[in-house]
């Protein structure tokens, strides 16, 4: 059963342009350009807050070495299509590194406490494997020789989730070797040599 004194806000809203519409029929074109955008601002305004409501807040890692000392931070953003991470790094050794998403979020030298790589879809290692890959593969790193280096990536199977923020959390890991792309479980790039929690 309806209730004409109380409609439905979408209802209210239509009515509310109609109405307008035939007060302003009077008033010509430039009112009429002008309810319009009002309209589209508002039915903009609704869309903006339902999106807000639904996206997850912006991550981050402090990363730091095996003897305990700050090498940067890694931001995670998380698009519409995959997770922007925004790695801001300094005193690593120059060469190819491996950059992974780890499963725990332990960082306890020599980060063995960060476990494997974050993999919530039980699938094998590397992004040249067939039965791949791990939600938390990623392409190498490649550190200049002033040891800095500034980049981004977009991750497109991983999310700002309850997956990746479970009880134990998840970790950005960099290791002493690059990745091979297809070794399972972790691409032989041997020992961690830096890692950080990812909080929000
Ligand atoms: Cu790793
Ligand atoms: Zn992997």
Known sequence: MKHPDHPAPRQSLARHFTEALSFHKR?????????????LAASTAL????????????????????????????TLTELPHGTLLHARLQHLPAGAHAFHVHAVGQCEPPFKSAGGHFNPTGKKHG??????????DMPNIHVPDS?????????????????????????IVIHEGPDDY???????????????????
């Not at 008033?27 to 309209?39: D, N, S, T």
């Not at 807040?57 to 070495?65: D, F, G, K, L, V």
């Not at 992004?127 to 938390?136: D, R, T």
């Open 27 to 39: 008033r010509g074109r430039e009112r009429m350009k002008l309810i319009g955008v009002a309209v």
């Open 47 to 74: 869309a903006a807050t339902s999106r807000t409501a639904h996206a997850a807040e912006p991550a981050s890692a402090a990363m730091m070495n095996t003897a305990g000392e700050s090498v940067g931070t890694v």
């Open 127 to 136: 992004i040249a494997s067939a039965e791949g890959m791990h939600a938390g």
């Open 147 to 171: 040891g800095a280096l500034e980049i981004e990536v977009l991750n497109t199977h991983l999310r700002l989730d309850a997956a990746l923020f479970d009880g134990d959390g998840a970790a």
């Open 182 to 200: 297809l070794s399972d479980p972790a691409g032989a790039a041997g020992p961690r040599i830096a890692c950080g929690v990812i909080t929000r």
